[in-house]
């Protein structure tokens, strides 16, 4: 099993500044498939990014995903206040795991 | 526009079976590209994913679930079903169940999630 890190576990930042938040795996994700998933309080997860980099349907070009093998990066570029979610990766190489998460809280 | 939408007990006793049904629309299930998958998130804690079915080639699951859970689907009322046996206090968890693309391995669509709670 293909365990994700994810760091830092909480970023304080501020609306209009540039998040990056890091998912290492514990192996090279070889397929490739390195999803981003935004989970706000008592909500469901909503799809991010997928296949490392290409952005969900309806998903604002503010939000970047990047790597590759065992580093990737979900990189947001000047906050906006519905950003400051739970942020969490998720690998699918033989079977989906998911990182513990990084909290993104207003400064 | 695909919804899923998770239904079944709010309270179960230690010991007993679990079963959550996910009606879902919008998607077939008999389509060979897009799946069902069930995943659980403890309060305040990370998700954890428990297993999938796809059309045509059967059911996957968590290795540290394996024995205790069931994954089945009803293609006419466009149903799957969880079952978990011996549930244990631990497992009190909202599940949510999400449509999978096989093509990306993500998980493009979520139900709203039931809050499970497993207590005597």
């Known amino acids: 099993e293909i365990v994700l890190t994810q760091s830092p576990g909480t970023l304080s930042l501020s609306p209009g500044e540039r998040a990056t938040l890091s998912c290492r795996a514990s192996?090279?994700?070889?397929?490739?498939?390195l999803t981003w998933y935004q989970q706000k309080p008592g909500q469901a997860p909503r799809l991010l990014i997928y296949g490392v980099s290409t952005r969900a349907t309806g998903i604002p070009d503010r939000f970047s995903g990047s790597g590759s093998g065992t580093d990737f990066t979900l990189t947001i570029t000047r906050l906006e206040p519905e950003d400051f979610a739970v942020y969490y990766c998720?690998?699918?190489?033989?079977?989906?795991?998911f990182g513990q998460g990084t909290r993104l809280e207003i400064k | 526009q695909v919804t899923l939408k998770e239904s079944g007990p709010v309270l179960v006793k230690p010991t007993e079976t679990l079963t959550l049904t996910c009606t879902v629309s919008g998607f077939s299930l008999s389509n060979v590209r897009m799946g069902v998958s069930w995943i659980r998130q403890p309060p305040g804690k990370a998700l954890e994913w428990l297993g999938n079915i796809y059309s045509n080639d059967g059911e996957s699951y968590s290795s540290s679930m394996k024995s205790r859970l069931s994954i089945s689907k009803d293609t006419s009322k466009s149903q799957v079903v969880l079952t978990m046996t011996d549930m244990d206090p631990v497992d009190t968890a909202t599940y949510y169940c999400?449509?999978?693309?096989?093509?990306?391995?993500?998980?493009?669509?979520w139900g709203q999630g039931t809050l499970v709670t497993v207590s005597s």
């Open positions: 999400a449509q999978i693309d096989r093509w990306f391995g993500d998980f493009d669509s």
């Open positions: 192996q090279s994700v070889t397929s490739g498939y």
């Open positions: 998720q690998q699918y190489v033989r079977s989906p795991t």
